[in-house]
């Protein structure tokens, strides 16, 4: 049986990917910081091979504890989807040093360690699949993001960089790069003011937030075995990234 590490496993994309990297016949192995015992429950229910281990993807001594546990449970994953992160909305005059380091540390440095031991793995079996979960915000900016916007560009990079160095050696890196979610991150920045619904579904050509479920199954496309992919940043996104019409013009179509 294939095994995928999926972080960021407790709500939101982590959880729909976890659902459906098992229902097509994975081990999953989840992570997050929140406990998963209720998560778990669930998928085993319907049928999925889970198993978990929560801590803070940030941490190398949690990583290599993480990985370690992979190595003797399974040998090696076959699949990593670097998934957790947060957000901040912050005007970059405003952001301190603190809330700065905190964002990278979990949108990049958390998966720079998992891609490293887990990358280990894979490379010692010459063959393995990574997914790093960006955002459009990798690829453009937005306003008042300027960490967040910094810590997705820089796993862009990453991700960039690992296929040409792995890709000889049997280990495929891709991104996705979703637009506005409807998740619980999403609800806490609307929450803040931020935004609006209509600011997002006026500026989608789709019309829509995207769900959970759509970018899930952008990453069981790349998960693939058979895939060339190689170093994708594909974006999930509802057009937002090729429309550049301005908002009368689009809404006119509809």
Same mark, same amino acid.
């Given at each position: 049986?294939?095994?995928?590490?999926v972080?960021?496993?407790?709500?939101?994309?982590?959880?729909?990917?976890?659902?459906?990297?098992?229902?097509?016949?994975?081990?999953?192995?989840?992570? &997050?910081?929140?406990?998963?015992?209720?998560?778990?429950?669930? =998928? #085993?229910? !319907?049928?999925?091979?889970?198993? *978990?281990?929560? %801590?803070?993807?940030?941490?190398?001594?949690?990583?290599?504890?993480?990985?370690?546990?992979?190595?003797?449970?399974?040998?090696?994953?076959?699949?990593?989807?670097?998934?957790?992160?947060?957000?901040?909305i912050?005007?970059?005059?405003?952001?301190?040093?603190?809330?700065?380091?905190?964002?990278?540390?979990?949108?990049?440095?958390?998966?720079?360690?998992?891609?490293r031991?887990?990358?280990?793995?894979?490379?010692?079996?010459?063959?393995?699949n990574?997914?790093?979960?960006?955002?459009?915000?990798?690829?453009?900016?937005?306003? &008042?993001?300027?960490?967040?916007?910094a810590?997705?560009?820089? =796993? #862009?990079? !990453?991700?960039?960089?690992?296929? *040409?160095?792995? %890709?000889?050696?049997?280990?495929?890196v891709?991104?996705?790069?979703p637009?506005?979610?409807?998740?619980?991150?999403?609800?806490?920045?609307?929450?803040?003011?931020?935004?609006?619904?209509s600011?997002?579904?006026?500026r989608?050509?789709?019309?829509?937030?995207?769900?959970?479920?759509?970018?899930?199954?952008?990453?069981?496309?790349?998960?693939?075995?058979?895939?060339?992919?190689?170093?994708?940043?594909?974006?999930?996104?509802?057009?937002?990234?090729?429309?550049?019409?301005?908002?009368?013009?689009?809404?006119?179509?509809?």
């Open positions: 049986m294939k095994v995928a590490l972080t960021g496993a407790a709500q939101g994309v982590g959880f729909a990917t976890a659902r459906l990297l098992a229902e097509k016949g994975y081990h999953v192995v989840m992570t &997050d910081v929140q406990h998963l015992d209720a998560q778990v429950e669930a =998928l #085993v229910a !319907l049928g999925g091979s889970v198993s *978990a281990l929560s %801590g803070d993807i940030s941490s190398e001594a949690f990583v290599v504890e993480l990985a370690e546990k992979i190595a003797r449970e399974h040998g090696a994953a076959d699949v990593l989807v670097n998934n957790a992160g947060i957000s901040l912050c005007s970059a005059e405003d952001t301190s040093i603190e809330q700065w380091q905190r964002v990278m540390n979990i949108n990049l440095t958390g998966p720079f360690l998992l891609c031991e887990i990358g280990k793995q894979m490379l010692g079996r010459n063959r393995g990574i997914i790093n979960v960006a955002s459009i915000a990798g690829l453009h900016g937005v306003i &008042d993001r300027s960490a967040y916007n810590s997705k560009h820089g =796993l #862009v990079g !990453l991700t960039r960089t690992l296929a *040409a160095e792995w %890709g000889s050696r049997g280990v495929r891709n991104a996705v790069c637009g506005w979610i409807k998740t619980e991150m999403d609800e806490a920045d609307q929450g803040s003011g931020a935004y609006s619904d600011d997002i579904i006026d989608v050509p789709m019309g829509r937030f995207a769900k959970p479920e759509d970018v899930a199954q952008a990453i069981a496309f790349l998960a693939h075995e058979d895939s060339f992919i190689n170093g994708a940043s594909l974006p999930v996104d509802g057009g937002w990234l090729a429309d550049a019409s301005w908002d009368a013009l689009r809404l006119k179509k509809r």
